[in-house]
């Protein structure tokens, strides 16, 4: 491996050893977090706002659409329900990340120890893109659901404001999720193929 | 069931009375290479290794390689 490729290896495998570190702090306390306001330890849920992906639309006294979009907002609600689908699709997402950390940092150990891409690291970039495909598949489903239980309990008393339900598909993420499986498969090859060149005499 | 090539070293090295060392300095490979087709462990073997080590053991390569 030439040098530059061997220190930005190192570089990228510290980065994601910081990374590991926070991931682990966030799949952790979270939850902590969530138990202490939802027993009334730590402030209380009728306190919180509720980030919740909505889309909303506006229109003037005489009907006629001003603006809509749709994006993250910050909702308050009593709803203990969405409070804990926002803040449990955190955690979730949370523990997705901390899976492709985990991972890649390994992937990157066995590059930064100086050794080639091996069967192991090949199947781990493998489970990288299923966690990518994972990723893209279920946090619309979640923001949708969380949008609906969060508007389930809002009432709306800003005249021609409307909020409904929104997911943001991102059929981009999806497709390089398949991209990363499919290379991983090609990495496996060679994988194979390097093993069997070292164990050629 | 799948049959596989054995690679018969350890007979032909007691035969000429030739040690593992010895072979490794005649022929050009390591010790590591040639524990690797002693002990089986060999995916495959370029013709020009087949060559030297025949070369070195007096041999043809039906008795260094035996299907089996």
């Given at each position: 491996m030439p040098?530059?490729?061997r220190m930005l290896t190192q570089v990228v495998k510290r980065f994601l050893d910081f990374v590991f570190i926070l991931s682990i702090a966030a799949v952790v306390i979270w939850p902590v977090l969530m138990l202490?306001?939802?027993?009334?330890?730590?402030?209380?849920?009728?306190?919180?706002?509720?980030?919740?992906y909505l889309g909303f639309s506006?229109?003037?006294?005489?009907?006629?659409?001003?603006?809509?979009?749709?994006?993250?907002?910050?909702?308050?609600?009593a709803s203990r329900y969405a409070w804990l689908l926002s803040y449990g699709t955190r955690e979730v997402l949370s523990v997705i990340s901390l899976f492709v950390v985990i991972q890649l940092r390994a992937v990157f150990k066995s590059l930064s120890d100086g050794g080639a891409v091996t069967a192991g690291d090949a199947s781990r970039i493998g489970k990288v893109g299923f966690a990518i495909v994972a990723w893209h598949a279920i946090a619309p489903c979640l923001q949708y659901l969380g949008?609906?239980?969060v508007l389930a309990d809002l009432e709306s008393n800003v005249a021609g404001l409307q909020l409904h339900p929104a997911l943001e598909l991102d059929l981009i993420g999806v497709f390089t999720g398949?991209?990363?499986?499919?290379?991983?498969?090609?990495?496996?090859?060679?994988?194979?193929?390097?093993?069997e060149q070292a164990l050629t005499i | 069931m799948a049959r596989s090539v054995r690679v018969n070293l350890d007979r032909l090295l007691l035969e000429r009375r030739m040690t593992l060392t010895q072979l490794s300095a005649k022929v050009g490979l390591t010790l590591a290479n040639l524990s690797i087709l002693k002990t089986g462990k060999a995916k495959a073997i370029r013709f020009s290794t087949l060559v030297a080590l025949?070369?070195?053991?007096?041999?043809?390569?039906?008795?260094?390689?035996?299907?089996?």
């Open positions: 040098d530059s490729a202490a306001f939802w027993l009334n330890l730590i402030g209380g849920v009728d306190e919180m706002r509720i980030e919740t506006l229109a003037q006294p005489d009907g006629a659409q001003l603006l809509h979009g749709k994006g993250d907002l910050d909702v308050v609600s949008g609906r239980v398949l991209a990363v499986i499919v290379l991983s498969g090609v990495l496996l090859e060679a994988a194979r193929i390097r093993e | 025949c070369e070195a053991l007096e041999c043809e390569p039906g008795d260094l390689l035996e299907l089996e």
